[in-house]
């Protein structure tokens, strides 16, 4: 059956992570989408760790696409982009302010030829102010928007999310929905429309919890490492294994099951500990009163143990631990996709749709090979053929 976003076409102008990502996204979601690619590709490529030469932060960023090589500064690939883009429904690109109407593919120029384009941009920072037109790679966002501030250990410097790059990846499902909901108003409205998605904004709307915490009390927040900023307790443990287990309390009610359950029954008349606000107030030393309880016993002791009581609770697992936990095979969360680079192992969809399910997941199409091209171009109209 064909995913909820089957007929859709969409034209990925992107560049690295955050457009690439949000592309490749509508198209797991049964989009037909084309990537244009430069003729001499993009540093993003080289990122390691690479597969078979591509890195594979390039080819997760890249999968259910059709990939397409052209030189958008030559009047013949340019005249091929401004073709597909007559026939696509949704464009979405987030390169420097400026950059795409000097290719000639910015939204007047598209919306002049297809009314019906829904346009998506993700500039860096505001066009009015001092940054604008200024690059903003992941971790310049984590600095600058105080994300990196409030990540590490507690009196220790300041941490960046590693590898991963958790804003590109999280920002880009901004640009989805935007898409999204940019084709429901062309519904409405007959019309498309061009659609921002700052990524600096983003960063920001992401930590509302720690901003309203800082404007309420006027405290810049702490770094605490595993710890909630909210709840406590609720962190990693250590264990007799030397391993790690996640607990929380998020009420009181919770609170008294897990002194129960760790035989501190006598905490929950102590003042230091009868409110969750005392508990933050004194988490250094309830901390310590529960890692030594933790410390006596190994990690799948206290999962079954603490579960038992209806302790919310988790072991801090490893990418192969995780791969041997019985829930996570019997869900099959993780799937093989086949590129031209190798086999991918990856996260499936999170989504669930009972009358149009996702198709699997496809490897897209190496950039530049010239079987692709033609089966791009030939699927594309006759003026995009003749092109």
């Given at each position: 059956m064909p995913g909820p976003l089957?007929?859709?076409?969409?034209?990925?102008?992107?560049?690295?992570?955050?457009?690439?990502?949000?592309?490749?996204?509508?198209?797991?979601?049964?989009?037909?989408?084309?990537?244009?690619?430069?003729?001499a590709g993009e540093a993003f490529m080289d990122f390691e760790p690479t597969m078979g030469g591509m890195a594979t932060s390039y080819i997760n960023a890249n999968l259910a696409k059709q990939s397409i090589t052209l030189?958008?500064?030559?009047?013949?690939?340019?005249e091929v982009a401004l073709t597909l883009a007559d026939r696509a429904d949704v464009i979405v690109e987030n390169r420097l302010a400026g950059v795409i109407d000097k290719l000639g593919l910015g939204y007047d120029t598209i919306s002049a030829r297809n009314p019906r384009i829904v346009y998506i941009s993700m500039p860096g920072f505001s066009p009015d102010g001092p940054f604008a037109g200024k690059p903003a790679l992941d971790m310049d966002i984590q600095a600058l928007s105080g994300f990196a501030s409030i990540e590490g250990a507690a009196g220790g410097p300041p941490e960046l999310f590693r590898v991963y790059a958790h804003m590109d990846h999280t920002t880009a499902l901004f640009l989805v929905q935007t898409a999204i909901?940019?084709?429901?108003?062309?519904?409405?409205?007959?019309?498309?429309?061009?659609?921002?998605?700052?990524?600096?904004?983003?960063?920001?709307?992401?930590?509302?919890?720690?901003?309203?915490?800082?404007?309420?009390?006027?405290?810049?927040?702490?770094r605490t490492a595993s710890a909630s900023s909210t709840i406590a307790p609720s962190q990693s443990f250590v264990c007799l294994d030397g391993r790690y287990v996640n607990i929380s309390a998020p009420d009181d009610e919770t609170w008294h099951r897990l002194c129960e359950a760790l035989d501190i029954a006598t905490l929950c008349d102590d003042d230091r500990?009868?409110?969750?606000?005392?508990?933050?107030?004194?988490?250094?030393?309830?901390?310590?009163?529960?890692?030594?309880?933790?410390?006596?016993?190994?990690?799948?002791?206290?999962?079954?143990?603490?579960?038992?009581?209806?302790?919310?609770?988790?072991?801090?697992?490893q990418f192969d631990e995780m791969r041997r936990d019985e829930h996570f095979l019997s869900e099959e969360l993780l799937i093989d996709v086949q590129t031209p680079w190798g086999p991918v192992v990856r996260g499936g969809h999170p989504w669930h749709f009972s009358e149009t399910p996702c198709a699997d997941i496809e490897g897209t199409h190496a950039p530049g090979s010239d079987d692709e091209t033609v089966r791009v171009l030939s699927k594309s109209g006759p003026e995009t053929r003749q092109a």
């Open positions: 089957e007929g859709t076409r969409v034209l990925d102008l992107g560049t690295y992570a955050i457009g690439p990502a949000a592309a490749s996204t509508l198209g797991q979601l049964g989009a037909e989408v084309i990537r244009i690619e430069n003729p030189d958008l500064k030559t009047d013949q690939g340019l909901l940019g084709l429901i108003g062309r519904e409405q409205t007959g019309r498309g429309a061009h659609l921002e998605v700052g990524f600096f904004s983003s960063a920001l709307f992401l930590q509302a919890t720690r901003l309203a915490q800082y404007f309420a009390r006027g405290e810049t927040p702490k500990f009868k409110s969750n606000d005392a508990r933050l107030q004194n988490r250094h030393d309830l901390s310590e009163l529960i890692s030594r309880k933790t410390s006596e016993a190994p990690v799948w002791w206290w999962l079954v143990h603490l579960r038992r009581h209806s302790i919310p609770c988790g072991p801090v697992y």
